[in-house]
């Protein structure tokens, strides 16, 4: 395989409506190589996808390539009467077919039918080995699971014979085994490839990573892996070259005050000589102008040498700061170990096909719910929560709990992020909540915007930190799916608040390696023989 070009950026930028820049002057290659395109939250990762794939238009600089590109959104929006053959793609030839069959053909129909005459058997056929067979082209969209969906557009992808797929989270909602079928299909894709992902063991089947960042785009050959490496390099030599610009800074700055006082000395000898010498006032003035200008001189080259000490540091700690992780502050909430939590009594959670076994949760334990797409796992959540009541059986929960559903409904979307922290914690003072959400990677502007104009990952990330960060704090967790959409740093950084974090926790999660980053103490598992609940 060549790496022949597929689409190039050109000094591309975009602005928001408001004129707020996002990106300025980005150019970079994206070839046949197989690429990750990684960032902070909020970098702009999502539209920079958007204007690769022709979805939006830059406001300055230009796109260029001539490649069929096949785009996955992070969100896949399902409008009324959109149907299975919608999302994969392929509306037109299916449709084209039905009219040919009822003899209401339309006059391009026999055109656009050249060569798919079988496309319905084809696409059944795709369905099938997929392992989606049960569903039916003119199944409504809106009945699928988020993974089914997210499942059926990718499938679309893999059969539209584009010269570059663009791909955002697109294990986001999915099982493991779907997740394992992906990383398969992604290793055979022929053409050019283009993730945009947080997951670790997508990314390290990568061929280079492209990082976006405020310094704009920057690639690293090799995996994800390799960029790690790479990535704690450079952090650790931005550490060291804040270390260096300090201690070369108080280094100068005594050199500067020893110069300073040598001057001193120096006017105030002369000053004295001048007294005793019996020169006339005209030219003790002129001596005296002398000196004053002298000393003029070298107060603003000292002045110019502090600046540019301060300047090295500045830099040096901007390079720091750059490269710092996300922080989050859990609440303080804690259990004793005796305290019951939950106790469920031959349940039947809605939208689940089998009963739930009996469960005693006591004290601060740590339970996964984990199995396929579509086994109920979100809806046992939600019953867990009140927000679905149990079609059958007893569930009791005995502490008060904080709830994140996947659709984030506890954003308003009108209210700021700093109003929404505030909201949580009314007792938190305001500079303490501007510099938690400096934590989260919002900066002043972001802070004040609307939750709906946050990204994704952003906005998950708030939500977060206000269900853990909640006044009175919430002894009992319900998560789910708290690792979707949010950058990698922000990942690692939700697993060390959530392994800190000394009330009781119940999560959904499709990724293994974030589940045994938690310390589960307890698994409720959907097999083939129903629930199973297995304590550690």
């Keep these: 395989m060549t790496n022949s070009p597929v689409i190039a950026l050109e000094r591309v930028s975009f602005h928001f409506s408001n004129g707020q820049p996002l990106f300025d002057e980005l150019s970079e290659t994206f070839d046949t190589r197989h690429t990750g395109l990684v960032g902070r939250n909020g970098a702009g990762k999502s539209v920079l996808g958007r204007l ?48 040919v069959s009822a003899g209401c053909m339309d006059e391009d129909d026999v055109e656009t039918l050249e060569g798919r005459w079988d496309i319905a058997e084809r696409l059944h056929a795709a369905l099938h080995d997929e392992g989606l067979g049960h569903l039916a082209l003119q199944t409504p969209a809106a009945m699928l699971s988020g993974g089914e969906r997210t499942r059926v557009a990718l499938l679309g992808m893999f059969l539209s014979g584009a010269d570059l797929l663009i791909l955002d989270e697109p294990s986001n909602h999915l099982d493991q085994a779907s997740r394992q079928r992906l990383y398969e299909r992604l290793q055979q894709w022929p053409g050019g490839l283009l993730v945009i992902s947080h997951d670790r063991q997508l990314l390290d ?15 690293y050959g090799g995996n994800y892996s390799v960029y790690r490496d790479a990535l704690l390099r450079e ?27 040598r001057q001193q000395r120096r006017a105030a000898s002369g000053a004295r000589g001048a007294r005793d010498s019996n020169q006339a006032p005209i030219l003790l003035g002129q001596q005296k102008s002398r000196s004053e200008n002298s ?18 540091v500045r830099e040096a700690a901007a390079q720091v700061d750059e490269n710092q992780g996300i922080q989050l502050h859990g609440g303080a909430a804690t259990l004793p170990e005796g305290k019951r939590v939950l106790s469920l009594r031959a349940v039947q959670a809605p939208y689940s096909a089998a009963s739930l076994p009996d469960i005693d949760l ?9 199995g396929p797409n579509g086994c109920g796992k979100s809806s046992v959540l939600a019953m867990l929560a009140g927000r679905l009541s149990a079609v059958a059986g007893a569930c009791r929960v005995e502490v008060p709990l904080a709830y994140l559903d ?14 929404h922290l505030r909201r949580c914690n009314p007792g938190l003072p305001e500079a303490l909540a501007r510099t938690r959400l400096m ?5 002043a502007h972001r802070a004040l915007l609307p939750c709906a104009r946050l ?4 906005r998950l990330k708030l939500a977060l930190a206000g269900v853990i960060d909640s006044e009175p704090a919430a002894p009992l967790l319900l998560l789910d799916e708290p690792d979707n959409h949010i950058d990698l740093d922000s990942l690692l950084a939700v697993e060390t608040m959530l392994r800190d974090y000394r009330g009781a926790l119940i999560v959904v999660s499709h990724d293994a390696a974030f589940i045994e980053a938690l310390a589960i103490t307890d698994r409720l598992q959907w097999t083939a023989q129903g629930w199973q609940y297995q304590r550690a």
């Design 52 to 99: 690769l794939a022709g979805r939006l238009q830059p406001s300055a600089g230009r796109i260029t390539g001539q490649a069929q590109v096949a785009y996955l959104p992070q969100d896949i929006e399902v409008a009324n009467g959109t149907r299975v053959v919608d999302l994969l793609g392929f509306a037109a030839p299916f449709d084209a077919l039905g009219r």
């Design 205 to 219: 089947g990568m061929q280079r990573i492209v990082e976006l960042s405020p310094g704009g785009l920057r690639g």
């Design 235 to 261: 952090r650790q030599a931005a550490q060291h070259a804040l270390g260096h610009a300090r201690t070369e800074r108080k280094r100068g700055e005594r050199a500067l005050q020893a110069q300073q006082q």
């Design 295 to 312: 000393a003029g001189r070298l107060q603003q080259r000292l002045q110019e040498a502090r600046s540019g000490l301060d300047g090295a």
């Design 362 to 370: 006591f004290g601060p334990r740590r339970l996964a719910i984990t």
């Design 406 to 419: 996947q659709q984030l409904s506890c954003l308003p979307a009108a209210q700021s992020a700093l109003a």
């Design 439 to 443: 934590h989260l990677g919002l900066d």
């Design 455 to 458: 990204s994704g990952g952003e």
